[in-house]
T-cell receptor
Framework: DQQVKQNSPSLSVQEGRISILNCDYT??????FLWYKKYPAEGPTFLIS?????DKNEDGRFTVFLNKSAKHLSLHIVPSQPGDSAVYFC?????????????FGKGTKLTVNP | DGGITQSPKYLFRKEGQNVTLSCEQN?????MYWYRQDPGQGLRLIYY???????QKGDIAEGYSVSREKKESFPLTVTSAQKNPTAFYLC?????????????FGAGSRLTVL
């Protein structure tokens, strides 16, 4: 049962345009959502997070939007740059039995074309 | 510089052999995690530990074992019982009860079974 879903395996955009990566979730107990960026053969790096009580968080070119009623979040990158080409993972935090853990989606590969 | 060190970066194993992947952190983080990445599968949680001498199974713990004898160290043993061990393994750490529980990842270890 996949609790965090990224339905688009890949996305291609032109440099300077907006990239929108989407993520859906099923568990209402998630209290934070995070986005990570990953290059091949490297560990993921943290980009931005949002609390479940917020609907928007912005950090430079990156903005995350959360729609709790739809159980949907999205990451906007404006303007997109070739260096943004990577796999982006959506993750959700849950606390169970006093332990915290992150559940990850399968990732979306973003390609930004010059 | 603080961070997470995983070793070895590449490892080859014959079928039937156990191998141990090392993970060390100097971030003074309480929690440590092991994830496995397969193509198209995202990151799946193997084991995690919130405190020394205690750890919990993740979603795919079968065929793996861990120990947490020191706060800084969380080695993962891939046993011969793991049916499909070839994968990219990622270790991570975090401060618990810190809001979003942002994970810091190591660079990963790629295990190939010959």
């Amino acid at each position: 049962d996949q609790q965090v879903k990224q339905n688009s395996p890949s996305l291609s955009v032109q440099e300077g345009r907006i990239s929108i990566l989407n993520c859906d979730y099923t568990n209402s107990m998630f209290d934070y959502f995070l986005w990570y960026k990953k290059y091949p053969a490297e560990g993921p790096t943290f980009l931005i997070s949002i609390s479940s009580i917020k609907d928007k968080n912005e950090d430079g070119r990156f903005t995350v939007f959360l729609n709790k009623s739809a159980k949907h979040l999205s990451l906007h990158i404006v303007p997109s740059q070739p260096g943004d080409s990577a796999v982006y993972f959506c993750a959700a935090k849950i606390t169970q039995g006093g332990s915290e853990k992150l559940v990850f989606g399968k990732g979306t590969k973003l390609t930004v074309n010059p | 510089d603080g961070g997470i060190t995983q070793s070895p970066k590449y490892l080859f194993r014959k079928e039937g052999q156990n191998v141990t992947l090392s993970c060390e952190q100097n971030l003074n983080h309480d929690a440590m995690y092991w994830y496995r990445q397969d193509p198209g599968q995202g990151l799946r949680l193997i084991y995690y530990s919130q405190i020394v001498n205690d750890f919990q199974k993740g979603d795919i713990a079968e065929g793996y074992s861990v120990s947490r004898e020191k706060k800084e160290s969380f080695p993962l043993t891939v046993t011969s019982a793991q049916k499909n061990p070839t994968a990219f393994y990622l270790c991570a750490s975090s401060r618990i009860r810190s809001g979003a529980n942002v994970l810091t990842f190591g660079a990963g270890s790629r295990l190939t079974v010959l």
